[in-house]
Structure formats: structure tokens, C-alpha cells
């Protein structure tokens, strides 16, 4: 079952706006990644988040966590067209560290930045 | 370091037929997991293998199956395939020490038909 659900759907922005995407989930969790996928193709991963972190920056991303509000958002500053993707955020559960850790993933924003 | 690797990367198979397919980590990562990606339920998590035992299992009928080799690459199973089986087929590498808060690396999946 589906951890995660992203908002929106479905992004359409142009060239040197920002992009932003949230994600919510469900359950306690040990950790926060956002992957981004093009074309059905396999997945890069973007960027982690503890859940005892607030937030954090990789190049033109900034990921925030609220915990108490079991929610993520990712920011994409000053968008290019490459970044035209589908973009997905995905949990461990709290209960499942170490060796049996699997990533529970939402439904995705499929993100189209217009050059 | 040369990526995940997965063959084949595209497969045509019909009813009733059985499948395997192969995954071969990063070098150096021990911990190998599967996933399913479709458009009606996105991605679902299929089972994780490290040190060459199942250590988590997906919520999928006992025809999916896998296994880890002592080299650490994975192969999964499905036999008696049926048309909802057709997907994409994620496989992806951890080092498998971090306690589940690591990042995972996928490879560019196996698109499987079944018709």
C-alpha cells in the first residue's frame, strides 16, 4: 500500500520558475528520500532527510520535513527543462531500520517545465 | 563504480509462463531490493535481500520469489504469470550498514510484458 501521496499530480511551470511538491504519509518513519524518475526509466535519487532533520539543500533543492505534521515538501529553484521528470518521495517506517528497511513510495508529481 | 545493473531490460512473455530476472549491485553493496512499478499502483516494494537472506517481504502472492547469491547479485522469480503482471521491474543497491537510513541506488528496470 501506498505510504506516501505527492501534490500535485502534475506540475507544468516555465524555465527559471520554481517548482514546489509535497508529500505526506502515514506513519512514523525513520527516514525521508525523494527520487526523481524520467520517463519510466530507473529512479535517481535526489536527496535524504532524518526524521530528526528540518530541512535540507543540495544544489537547487531544499527539502523540508515536519514530522508532527507528517509532511515534506521539495523545492526545486529556478527550474530547467531537464529537470522534466516524474518526481517521488519515498519512506522507511519507523519499525523497519537496519537490514530490513524497504523505501514505501507515494504516487508521484510528474513535474514539465517549459523552455 | 558502474551502476546497477539489470537484465534483460525488456521481456515479452505470455500467461502461464515463468520469468527470471537479474540484478547486479554496485560493487561493494550487499543489500539488493525489488520493486514494482505500474500505472495503476505505482511503485511497490517486492522483497529485500542482504547476506543472502530475506530480510523483508512485500505484500505479493507466493509466485514472486528471489533469491541472493554469495556475490551479492539477486535474481527474482515469477512463474505462472498472469496479465497484471506486466510492469517495470526496479532493482536497487545499498551498502545494507546504516540502519535503513541509506540511500538506494536503482538500475533502469526490466519492462516485462505478459500477454
Known amino acids: 500500500s501506498q505510504q506516501g501521496e505527492e501534490d500535485p499530480q502534475a506540475l507544468s511551470i516555465q524555465e527559471g520558475e520554481n517548482a514546489t511538491m509535497n508529500c505526506s504519509y502515514k506513519t512514523s518513519i525513520n527516514n525521508l528520500q525523494w527520487y526523481r524518475q524520467n520517463s519510466g526509466r530507473g529512479l535517481v535519487h535526489l536527496i535524504l532527510i532524518r526524521s530528526n532533520e528540518r530541512e535540507k539543500h543540495s544544489g537547487r533543492l531544499r527539502v523540508t520535513l515536519d514530522t508532527s505534521k507528517k509532511s515534506s515538501s521539495l523545492l526545486i529553484t529556478a527550474s530547467r527543462a531537464a529537470d522534466t521528470a516524474s518526481y517521488f518521495c519515498?519512506?522507511?517506517?519507523?519499525?523497519?531500520?537496519?537490514?530490513?528497511?524497504?523505501?514505501?513510495f507515494g504516487k508521484g508529481t510528474k513535474l514539465s517545465v517549459k523552455p | 563504480k558502474a551502476g546497477v545493473t539489470q537484465t534483460p531490460r525488456y521481456l515479452i512473455k505470455t500467461r502461464g509462463q515463468q520469468v527470471t530476472l537479474s540484478c547486479s549491485p554496485i560493487?561493494?553493496?550487499?543489500?539488493v531490493s525489488w520493486y514494482q512499478q505500474t500505472p495503476g499502483q505505482g511503485l511497490q516494494f517486492l522483497f529485500k535481500y542482504f547476506s543472502e537472506t530475506q530480510r523483508n517481504k512485500g505484500n505479493f502472492p507466493g509466485r514472486f520469489s528471489g533469491r541472493q547469491f554469495s556475490n551479492s547479485r539477486s535474481e527474482m522469480n515469477v512463474s505462472t504469470l498472469e496479465l497484471g503482471d506486466s510492469a517495470l521491474y526496479l532493482c536497487a543497491s545499498s551498502l545494507g550498514t546504516s540502519g535503513g537510513a541509506e540511500t538506494q541506488y536503482f538500475g533502469p528496470g526490466t519492462r516485462l510484458l505478459v500477454l
Open positions: 560493487s561493494g553493496h550487499r543489500s
Open positions: 519515498a519512506t522507511v517506517p519507523m519499525n523497519y531500520g537496519g537490514s530490513q528497511g524497504n523505501l514505501i
